[in-house]
């Protein structure tokens, strides 16, 4: 025995040794077989109780339909004989005459028919429920039960009453009542009473079990107040009929339910408090129930040699997977010492590899034991400090970084050669099993690179000075330069005005006296100096915009479009228009610099325009927050735009009208300062498109 639980032991120690990888796979296909063979179980499971719910059903349907023949052949016979103008008359002329020659009359008539049906009694009953014949005087057709029974229903088709114990015998049994009508009366004045004794038929045939089951049963159930009476003895046990009562109240029991009302195939406890499968059926024209049910152990027990397959197949699958993973580990072992072989190989190799890459490198590298002795250092190393570990270095070791982990400390160390080194050390902790803890330091010389780094910091501190400086200068020319164009500017428009008014003068007063040339000399100087008074007042106002802060307000173009084409078309009245503007057209912003621009497109718009044909403008939205400005003028190329839009530019084009350059320009300048772009959009001959787009 002690020699049996050291194998054992030894055994499942050697299953622990398993990786982890290995336990998931095992226990994964462990879980995979038996996961498929519990399906299968399931679905084979499922199939058996398919096939004994069809079985029983079918049972149930044999049985109702043994009942529907024997009534539909018991209701036609009824009727046939309900129907017959002979027996009606006879009948008729019995009550009328109740002699023994009328009575053998209904004798003949009658005797055929309870041989063929087999009867227990037949008789005949009058409208008030007098005996008018008899055959057998088996049983007491004019009992109590007949006579509640017709008083309740009033029938007048025939109809069978309920299983009761029949009087004077006592034996169970039940009546076919048939009413007799004469052509001329709407009620019975007759009643041919049918009795059948239940063991001469309908107790055979329920006891009757189509299959080899020995638990089968068929109950004829009902449903009586609160509880479900038996109208047959069981089979299975010694009970008599009508002796068997089931409180209704009672779910779990088959019989119970069925008497609720419930129908088909069901699965629950029978009056015995054993689990069977039943199925319901009830009898038509009649408050009877079939229940008919079997054990649920013996519908099942084909299900015992399956449950035991998957027991034993369970047992083997365990066992293959033990004794799988037994082999696999003493697989490994074989093969452990192969592996430690190769294992030292790749040691060794590596090893020298990594000695070959950390003396070749130009970090230091050393490695050193608690009481800092060097185990390891490479040739950097060796070449600045020696064989000796320097003083600044043992600080780091005694300083692991146990919360954030590895990280770099820069000090600063004396070579062997009295240099004095900046670097960058890394403390590495190095455990190895069964052996003392080493520290190792892997060091970066960044002498050199933070010389080159201050001589840069040097370097960019000196530019970023002169960088200052010169910016200084250049914003202080410009403002000079600003200032200078004021003055300019507010000098000349004195003078221009001047020569404007004086120019005016000339003409209005001497254009008559002056010969045709000297006309042409006066209105040349008249349109230069209004020319130069215009590009005066847009000079000082593109120099004045630099320092304007746009009001934030509502500009509806729509109106300043209508003021600015109106105020154009006073001052050329000879010229023909066609102006379309959309209503509605607003944009949030500065009302009087928004309006100087669009006044600048639109004078724009109208000088270029032919004065041969109609001036046509069209203004409206564009996407979202933009507006156009669309003419029919004479368009220009793209080096003209940019000539236009370039106030300093030295070309001019071919169409070029003074002052027009720098109008289009502070247009531009405007709608820049209310984060926005302008655009301009146009062909040689095709007219102009002008976009203010924000």
């Known amino acids: 025995m002690p020699t049996t639980d050291t194998r054992h032991h030894n055994f499942f120690a050697d299953i622990r040794q398993l990786r982890t990888a290995e336990r998931i796979g095992f226990t994964f296909l462990f879980v995979l077989l038996v996961g498929f063979t519990t399906v299968s179980a399931y679905f084979q499971w499922q199939s058996i109780l398919r096939d004994k719910k069809t079985y029983i059903e079918l049972i149930g349907r044999s049985k109702i339909e043994q009942f529907e023949s024997w009534y539909d052949m018991q209701m036609t016979k009824a009727r046939e004989l309900s129907e017959s103008a002979l027996f009606i008359a006879i009948v008729a002329d019995s009550i009328e005459t109740p002699s023994r020659t009328n009575l053998a009359r209904i004798d003949d008539f009658l005797r055929p028919i309870l041989r063929s049906y087999n009867y227990a009694e037949s008789a005949v009953l009058t409208a008030d429920f007098r005996l008018l014949f008899s055959m057998t005087q088996l049983v007491k057709s004019d009992c109590a039960e007949v006579h509640e029974v017709i008083s309740q229903r009033k029938p007048l088709e025939p109809f069978f009453t309920t299983l009761h114990l029949t009087t004077p015998l006592g034996k169970p049994g039940f009546h076919l009542i048939i009413p007799l009508l004469k052509d001329d009366q709407r009620e019975p004045f007759a009643y041919v009473v049918q009795t059948f004794f239940a063991d001469d038929y309908l107790y055979p045939m329920v006891a009757q079990w189509p299959g080899n089951e020995k638990t089968g049963e068929t109950l004829l159930l009902e449903r009586v107040g609160d509880s479900v009476r038996t109208l047959n003895p069981p089979t299975l046990v010694n009970i008599s009929a009508f002796s068997l009562l089931v409180p209704a109240k009672d779910n779990d029991t088959v019989e119970a339910r069925a008497g609720l009302g419930q129908r088909g195939v069901m699965i629950g406890k029978d009056y015995r408090g054993k689990r069977v499968l039943a199925t319901v059926n009830y009898v038509p024209e009649v408050d009877w129930i ?75 590298v050393v490695i050193v034991d608690k009481a800092s002795t060097i185990q390891f250092a490479n040739q950097a190393f060796k070449e600045r400090f020696g064989d000796s570990l320097p003083e600044g270095l043992r600080s780091v070791q005694e300083e692991p970084d146990k919360e954030t982990g590895t990280q770099s400390y820069r000090i600063e160390l004396k070579s062997i050669r009295g240099e004095i080194l900046r670097l960058y050390v890394m403390p590495i902790h190095i455990l190895l099993k069964d052996q003392e803890a080493l520290l190792g330091y892997v060091m970066r010389d960044v002498t050199e690179l933070e010389s080159a780094l201050e001589q840069v910091q040097n370097l960019n501190q000196d530019l970023s000075r002169q960088v200052e400086t010169q910016t200084r200068r250049i914003l202080e020319a410009k403002e000079e330069l600003r200032t200078i164009a004021a003055a300019i500017s507010h000098n000349l428009a004195t003078p221009l005005r001047t020569i404007e008014s004086f120019s005016e003068l000339l003409a209005t007063r001497a254009l008559d006296q002056l010969d045709a040339e000297s006309s042409d000399y006066v209105m040349r100087i008249r349109r230069a100096s209004a020319s130069m008074v215009t590009l005066t007042d847009d000079l000082m106002i593109l120099l004045s915009l630099d320092s304007v802060v746009p009001a934030h307000e509502e500009f509806d173009f729509s109106i300043a479009a209508q003021e600015i084409t109106s105020d154009i078309i006073r001052r050329a009245p000879q010229r023909r228009y ?117």
């Not at 041969?612 to 156009?628: A, D, K, N, P, Q």
Request: proline share 4%; aromatic share 10%.
């Open 290 to 364: 079939i229940l008919s049910k079997m054990d649920f152990s013996e519908a099942f027990s084909a299900w015992i040699p399956t449950l035991v397959i998957l027991i034993v197949f369970y047992l083997v699958a365990f066992a293959a997977i033990l004794a799988s993973s037994y082999v696999l580990v003493s697989t490994r072992i074989f093969s452990a010492f192969r592996s430690r072989l190769e294992l030292l190989k790749r040691t060794e190799r590596s090893e020298a590899l990594l000695r070959a890459i950390l003396g070749r490198i130009d970090a230091p």
């Open 578 to 694: 066609r102006i379309s503007i959309m209503p509605g057209l607003k944009i949030q912003g500065d009302q009087g610099l928004l309006k100087t621009a669009f006044r600048n497109v639109l004078e724009n718009a109208f000088q270029y325009c032919s004065d041969t044909t109609v001036s046509s403008i069209e203004i409206g939205w564009y996407g979202e927050r933009g507006i156009f400005v669309k003419d029919n003028g004479l368009g220009m190329t793209p080096e003209e735009i940019d000539s236009i839009l370039n106030p300093l530019s030295k070309t001019e084009p071919d169409n070029y009208v003074p002052g027009l350059s720098v109008g289009l320009t502070i247009a531009k300048k405007i709608v820049e300062l209310h984060d926005g772009n302008l655009e301009i959009e146009s062909k040689a001959g095709e007219g102009t498109t002008v976009r203010f787009k924000f």
